[in-house]
């Protein structure tokens, strides 16, 4: 059974977020792997960039994760007509409640200790 536009539409939504994701990630890792070798500006200039370039991917990461979550709420049912794009439907939302999840103890984690740690003297 062919997919229909519906479907199509969701797996090329899902394959631009992970490549946005994917992008990122590895410019993270050239970035993070270069600081050793940093000895003059330009060097440090060249890290720069590639983190800049490596959160603005990740920024257009989570814009495409809340459009590709909002475009399957809005079609689940066509979507879930082929057991495959309704099994990565689930896969995606529990993946992004997660990471949401996660998020949100980060954040209080970092309050917690921005208000129990004293001032350095």
């Known amino acids: 059974m062919p997919m229909n536009a519906l ?12 490549a946005l994701f994917l992008a990122g990630l590895v410019l993270m890792f050239i970035a993070d792997s270069h600081i ?6 330009a060097d440090t200039s060249g890290h720069s960039w590639l983190s800049t370039a490596s959160g603005w991917l990740f920024a257009a990461a989570v814009v495409m994760s809340i459009a590709t979550l909002r475009y ?12 495959l794009t309704a099994v990565l439907l689930k896969i995606f939302r529990t993946l992004f409640w997660l990471a949401c999840a996660a998020s949100a103890l980060a954040a209080a984690a970092l309050i917690w200790l921005a208000l129990h740690l004293g001032p350095v003297r």
């Open 72 to 83: 399957g709420r809005r079609h689940e049912a066509a979507i879930r007509e082929r057991a």
């Open 36 to 41: 050793s070798d940093m000895e003059s500006m």
């Open 7 to 18: 479907q199509k539409a969701f797996i090329t939504r899902l394959m631009v977020f992970l």
